[in-house]
Structure formats: structure tokens, C-alpha cells
């Protein structure tokens, strides 16, 4: 199984949005709304962002939001903020209880 | 509070067979419902899921490596063992342990630990 396939980097000033999508195939992002985002600062562990691919754990700001079409799933950081200079990683369900993430995406904030 | 810590030997030779453990707190593999994972990044690399063990002690591994691939649970002591047959220079990573929540999401990771393959 092949890893979710995330842009290298995507970027932004301060304010504006910015959208990181994960594209997977029809058996896995396309088959379950099972669908996570973490975002990772270097040196740091992976923190959940986004579950059930629009969900958002308490504590985790409202500018992070997530959607999926098709077997594309997407995370939208808006207003961004210093801050949320990171890595992106997503990651699905691909059934047997197995899960796969994507290749990682980061996030420059200019 | 829910912690968790990886701890085992931050370098191995190739072809030996690593133990990596992960002490846990805040919540009980005991209690339905409850799992934990191990998931690896190598420097500079992406994510990889290597497998998870279940409160009822069912296990799943990831297709790539399930036969190098072994997790087992001290429920007494609140840990998790992952275990690694034929260490390769490319298993060279941070590994972490995380509790899976809900569905298919890791709500609390532990800080990871570099193993570094090398002879």
C-alpha cells in the first residue's frame, strides 16, 4: 500500500488560508470517513488536528478545519498564524484495522 | 493525565532483533475500548504505521512487516512491547508509541525514541 500523496510544501502570510489536500484511492481515503490530520513541529511528536475527517479534538483553534471529496481529503489552516509553521501529515483507515499516512506536507508562513 | 514514554536501545546492529517498550499512564489496556500503536519516522521522512495492540489483546500489523513484527502487552506494569527481527540500516528512525482513540485517530503520542542501525 502506497502512502497518501500530500504536496511537498504549501505556503502562506500571516492571515491568510491555506489548503493541504491527501489524495488516496477509493479504498482507503474514498472508502471511510476515517480520515486524520497531525501537525508536527520539528524535534516534537505528531499533534492530532483533525479526525473523522472534519473533527476537531478539544483545544485544537477553529482556523483548523478538514473535508473530503472523492478520494481526496483536505485540511484548511485559516487565518494562519506563525505558529502553525509545521509539518501536516494525514493519514486513513485502509481496512483489516490498518491505517496509512501520507507523505507529509510543510507549512512555510511568510 | 494520559502519558506515554518509549524507552530501549538507541542503537542496534544490522540482523538484531530490537525491544523497544512503552510505559504508559493516565488510562488502562484493561478498560474496552483502549489501544495502543507504534508508528516510526525516519530522518527527514514520513510517518509509517507498524502495527497496534487491542484491550483484548488482538494485534495488527502492517501488511510491509508484519513477519519482523511482534507486539505484546504487560497490562501489570502498563506497557507495550514492540519487537523487531532483522534490523536494516533503513529501520533507522524515531519510533513512537500513541493511543488510538474513537476510530482511527492517535490522541496522545509518546515523545519517541531514535534508534539508529549501524554496525
Known amino acids: 500500500q502506497s502512502a497518501l500523496t500530500q504536496p511537498r510544501s504549501v505556503s502562506g502570510s500571516p492571515g491568510q488560508s491555506v489548503t493541504i489536500s491527501c489524495t488516496g484511492t477509493?479504498?482507503?481515503?474514498?472508502?471511510?470517513?476515517?480520515v486524520s490530520w497531525y501537525q508536527q513541529h520539528p524535534g516534537k511528536a505528531p499533534k492530532l488536528m483533525i479526525y473523522d475527517v472534519n473533527k476537531r479534538p478539544s483545544g485544537v483553534p477553529d482556523r483548523f478545519s478538514g473535508s473530503k471529496s472523492g478520494n481526496t481529503a483536505s485540511l484548511t489552516i485559516s487565518g494562519l498564524q506563525a505558529e502553525d509553521e509545521a509539518d501536516y501529515y494525514c493519514c486513513s483507515h485502509v481496512g483489516s484495522y490498518r491505517v496509512i499516512f501520507g507523505g507529509g506536507t510543510k507549512v512555510t508562513v511568510l | 493525565q494520559v502519558t506515554l514514554k518509549e524507552s530501549g536501545p538507541a542503537l542496534v546492529k544490522p540482523t538484531q532483533t530490537l525491544a523497544l517498550t512503552c510505559t504508559f499512564s493516565g488510562f488502562s489496556l484493561t478498560t474496552s475500548g483502549m489501544r495502543v500503536s507504534w508508528i516510526r519516522q525516519p530522518p527527514g521522512k514520513a510517518l509509517e504505521w507498524l502495527g497496534r495492540?487491542?484491550?483484548?489483546?488482538?494485534?495488527f500489523y502492517s501488511a510491509s512487516l508484519q513477519t519482523r513484527l511482534t507486539i505484546s502487552k504487560d497490562t501489570s506494569k502498563n506497557q507495550v512491547v514492540l519487537t523487531m527481527t532483522n534490523m536494516d540500516p533503513v529501520d533507522t528512525a524515531t519510533y513512537y508509541c500513541a493511543r488510538l482513540r474513537g476510530n482511527y485517530e492517535f490522541d496522545y503520542w509518546g515523545q519517541g525514541t531514535l534508534v539508529t542501525v549501524s554496525s
Open positions: 495492540i487491542d484491550w483484548d489483546d488482538a494485534k
Open positions: 477509493s479504498s482507503d481515503v474514498g472508502a471511510y470517513n476515517y
